[in-house]
Every structure is written in C-alpha cells, then in structure tokens.
C-alpha cells in the first residue's frame, strides 16, 4: 500500500488507574476505508480522540505519512491534516449551520477585519449539495432534526480538506437514503486518496464499505483482515474473544392479559390517530422511517409530550399524564434515543444517574441514605456488566454502551410495567447488544411489556413478537413474528400496502 497516511505505534493511555489503550496499533493508507471493530470500552473512542488531539498518549508515537509527530489539541490534528465527526455532536445549537460548519475558520474581506458572509453561505451550500442536505445555511442546527445535524457535522468534515477523516458511527441516526448517500461520499473520498478510520457496530455496512477491518479487544490490538478475506462470525469471535450463541434469544409467547391500549391518540401534526394494545410480557416491535413519528410517540406515552387527543388504557383503567412523574408513577418508563441530551447528566457520576428516578428508594427523611445508594448501583453495575473503575466517576467518561447500560439500569430500579425501548442498542457492540436482548427476553417472561422502537430491522424481527410499522404518523402496518419481513415492512414504512394481521 506504500506510505501510511496515519500510524500509530505502541499507544498507551490511562484514565483514573485504568488502561484504555495498552500497546495500540493503527494504519491507515491513501484512498483505504479502514473500519475498526470491537465492543464497548475496548479503546476505539479513546483512540480516536488520541488521533484528533483531544487526548494526548501516555506513551508511543504518532506518524503522518512516515513522519513523527505530536498532536497537543484538535487544532493540531487539522493543520496535520486530521478531522474526525464525533459519535455524539460537536455543534453549537444558537449558531447556524454555516457559522458551525466554518467556526474559527470564517472566510474574511477588507484586511481581514469582516467576515465575508456571501462567500460562506456560498461554500456552505457546495459542502450541502455533496452530503445531499437541502437546508438553508443560515437556518440554527437547534432547529434541525438528528439526521440533519449529522450531515452538517458530515459537511463540516469535508471542509477541512483532510487527508484522514474519521467516523465515529456516522449512519446511527441516518435512514437508508443518507446512509446511501454517505457511503457514496466516502467512495468519492477514497478515489482521491483520502484516507477513512470508520467505526460502527453495524455489521453489513463494515462488510460494504470497507477494505480492511480492524480489530480491538480490552485496550489491546487483536487483528487486522481483509475485508474480502473474512465473515461476520469471524469478527464477532475476536470482538469478544468467544462465540456468540443465541444472538437472538428465542421468546415465550406473551400472555392473553391486555397490558396497555391506546386509542386514537394524537401528538401535535407528529401522531395522527394512532391506535393499539400491547399484551402483558409482549415485546411490541414499532419500525418506520425518520419522521415517521415513532420518537414522539414514545414520548407521549412517558408524559414527555402532550396528548391532544385520544386515550390510554393501563390495567383496564384510563390513565392521563400530565408529566414525565406521571408515568413513572404508573410504571411507564423510556429509554431515550437520545442518551446524551435526554437519557443523562453528563456531568453527573455514574451512581448519581443511576439514582435520578429512583430518589424515593434512597431517601431517608431529607437525606440520601448512602448505604441504600450504594446497594442500588452495585447491584445495577454488577447485574448490567456496566464496566467502570469507580462508581463515582462521572458518566461521561464511560464508552457510549456502558453510558446506554447505565440508562437502563436507572429505569430496572423503578420497577416498570411497560419498558419503552427507543432505538436501544444505538451505538452498541454485538456483545453488549446480545446482554440488553437477553435481559429484554427475561423481563418479558417476567411479564414486562416492553415497546421496541429501532431502525434496525433485524433487531426488530428478532427481538419482537409483533411489529407495527409508522409512515408520516400513522400505523400502515401490523405483523405477527411469523409474518414479519425486511420487505413488507419498508412496504409500509414508506407508504405502500401490503397484507398483514391489520
């Protein structure tokens, strides 16, 4: 392959007494699309940001096309020639979407004493047009939705002209057009020699995009393979260091009880009229595409948004929430899709979040009862594998699977009737996604009604006893497990018709 546009050599770093990175190796040539695989705290993040400047190496050497260098903070890793599009958004929301996309870069006129609005609204829409984003660059990134802040970052990227570009799971709020659409720009990148570091859990894009498929476990290197030259279970035994059996645990039917009804139920122009019944220990599966409206119904049926019309039935009984304390008081949780902002405090400690709903276990009179909190977070890092060196470390220090476990453990401890699951496994390795569907197939049996709302069909089709399908905030589509396909439901999703138990 000849030089290496980007190499690393015997990476170490360590975070609070525990090694991140042990020994890490990396090389990325021109025009190659290298996908870097392993599960949740194996180092990828830690490497890339070591990559980008924002972490600087215990010990090891950096080179760029074979020379040796030291990269002390983003800005270096973009004079060198680096850029990376972060898992979580790096966008200011209050600025617009050319003022994100050229920060600290704007282009100047008259002596450099004023920016030169004209011409960056102009490159703005060039850097658009290539990530097929048909938005108006003075409009504010507060008003875009995921996948549009998502092709800003992606167009932002490009900007900078870099000779290695890093994705840190690029396509995890994409749909199938703009996933196509990317993959068509990294082609194009490729073709003139860029270099690409793509990360992501989703098996069948690694198998499409990329030319080599490297391979981290614990911190340390394991492998590195052709793409061509290598399968699914093959990655997925060095990810995890075992075979993975059971991927998709087999279910018990639910019972006949109806858990929950919803009656023609609307959310502003989001959800019109949506209607169903949810049985006890069922796992509900609800696909559609971007918009289709399947996050503001889960967010209704917290209490997170207004009901404007329409009923809920929980236990034989109607129910109005009027909040978000509403439902919890009624046994209704939601793991959000968005864990950063909405799942979260970042700021906050490990076991801080973990307590955030459930203060009434831990209270004694005016005051936190340690030991109470202590029991309830150990019980949940042991119980979910969360791994952490310190409960009291804060959250945002965890890789992003562990970040999702703590989410999920801070809703087990409120004891849920029905357990809404948005987009669960977002951003999350094969074994740590095995984990939540093994531990879903318990709390069903345990007569749990859970509701999954994922992007991803085959978690969908494995993981529900029943799938309904939203378009343009409508139901266009109800399927048994039996009847379920890829390809029925994308008939519904995108407006079509197809038969179906509805």
């Known amino acids: 392959m000849g030089e290496f546009l980007l190499e690393l050599r015997g990476i170490k770093k360590s975070f609070y007494g525990v090694k991140a990175l042990d020994g890490m190796n990396l090389q990325v040539g021109k025009g190659e699309v290298l996908a870097v695989l392993g ?34 903070n983003t800005v270096d890793a973009q004079n ?21 996309i050229f920060l600290g870069r704007e282009p100047m006129k008259r002596g450099r004493l004023f920016i030169d609005w004209s011409r960056m609204i102009d490159d703005t829409k060039k850097l658009l047009q290539q990530v097929g984003l048909s938005v108006n660059p003075k409009r504010l990134v507060s008003s875009l939705n995921v996948a549009e802040q998502q092709m800003v970052e992606i167009a932002k990227s490009l900007s900078f002209k870099s000779k290695v570009i890093i994705m840190d799971e690029p396509t995890a709020a994409l749909n199938d057009e703009e996933t196509n659409n990317l993959f068509n720009i990294i082609k194009d990148l490729k073709k003139r020699g860029v270099g690409v570091i793509y990360i992501s859990h989703r098996m069948e894009e690694i198998f499409e995009i ?30 995890v260091g075992r075979k993975l059996t059971d991927y998709y645990p087999s279910l018990v039917e639910p019972k006949t009880k109806v858990k929950i009804e919803v009656n023609n139920i609307f959310v502003g122009d989001k959800v ?5 019944q949810a049985y ?13 409206g399947r996050s503001e119904l889960a967010k209704a049926l ?50 801080e979040n973990i307590s955030l709903a459930n203060m009434d276990l831990i209270m ?58 948005n987009e669960p496994t977002r951003g999350i390795d094969v074994g740590a996604k095995a984990e939540i569907y093994q531990l879903m197939k318990k709390l069903a049996e345990q007569g749990v009604t859970i509701i999954l709302i994922s992007s991803e069909l085959p978690e969908l089709l494995g993981m529900s006893h029943r799938i309904l399908v939203m378009h343009e905030g409508r ?28």
């Open 39 to 72: 599960e949740n705290g194996a180092g990828k993040s830690t490497m890339m940001k070591i990559i980008a400047g924002v972490y600087q190496p215990d010990e090891g050497e950096i080179l760029i096309e074979g020379k040796s260098v030291t990269i002390k």
């Open 80 to 100: 060198l020639g680096i850029s990376i599009i972060h898992q979580e958004f790096n966008l200011i929301p209050h600025l617009s979407v050319a003022e994100n």
């Open 210 to 239: 990329s030319d080599s498929i490297m391979v981290l476990r614990d911190g340390r290197y394991i492998d590195r393979l052709k793409t061509k030259e290598t399968n699914r279970e093959r990655i997925v035994s060095l990810m």
């Open 272 to 276: 019109k009229g949506v209607s169903f």
């Open 280 to 292: 006890e220990g069922e796992i509900l599966g609800i696909a559609g595409l971007m918009g289709s």
């Open 302 to 351: 917290f209490g997170a948004l207004p009901i404007i019309r329409g009923t809920m039935i929980l236990d034989g009984k109607k129910i109005t929430l009027k909040n978000t304390k509403d439902a919890i008081r009624h046994g209704i949780a939601l793991v959000s899709d968005d864990r950063k902002n909405e799942g979260l405090v970042l700021s906050m400690s490990i076991e």
């Open 364 to 421: 004694s009179s005016l005051f936190i009862n340690q030991k109470k909190q202590k029991e309830l977070v150990e019980r949940n890092v042991r119980f979910l594998k969360i791994k952490t060196s310190n409960p009291s470390l804060e959250v945002k220090y965890l890789s992003g699977g562990n970040q999702q476990k703590v989410v999920i453990g801070k809703w087990l401890e409120t004891d849920p009737k029905i357990f809404i699951l």
């Open 475 to 502: 139901i266009t589509g109800e399927f048994s497990r039996e009847e379920a396909t890829q390809e029925k439901i994308m008939i519904c999703a995108t407006g079509g018709e197809t038969s179906g138990v509805a």
